[in-house]
């Protein structure tokens, strides 16, 4: 049998607990309601991410360059389709593709956090290749999360 599975005395109900405590936040993320916007040049890997996260139930906007990106992140920007009116940017997470030999994940940090963008719409980047200097200069410009 093994014990490692069952809960302790109280935990399901500290569990139970920390989950309500947590279901506004939850709720937030939800893919009914999460708008991503994916700036992604490469047409193979954006179909894959694209395919991936509408099956997932998310909203999902896309782009091909920094510029698009912040074209459509502008509080001047037409509003989506399925956007509320109420909502404070037209997206609520960027996926960025970053291809180790560009600048072009840096360069929409750096257009962002000008623009005052990153306190409102967190960043993560996506790559293929493990380069810590560069994670390490993304997260420095303001990107949330590096995978």
Known sequence: ????AAPRDGEAATNAG?????APAT???APTTLR?????????????TLALL????YTVGTCRTPG??????????PQQKDRSAAADA????????HEPSTTDACKLLRK????????????????????????MSCLAHGAIDYL
Request: glycine share 2%; charged share 15%; aromatic share 2%.
């Open 1 to 4: 049998m093994n014990d490692a």
């Open 18 to 22: 920390s989950l309500a405590a947590h």
């Open 27 to 29: 709720a937030t993320l």
């Open 36 to 48: 991503i916007l994916l700036v992604d040049s490469s047409g193979t890997s954006a179909a894959a």
């Open 54 to 57: 509408r099956e997932c139930g």
């Open 68 to 77: 698009e990106a912040m074209a459509l992140l502008s509080p001047a920007a």
């Open 90 to 97: 037209p997206f609520d997470l960027v996926l960025k593709e």
């Open 112 to 135: 962002m956090a000008t623009a005052q963008l990153l306190a409102k719409v967190p960043v993560v980047l996506l790559s293929s290749v493990d380069d810590h200097d560069m994670v």
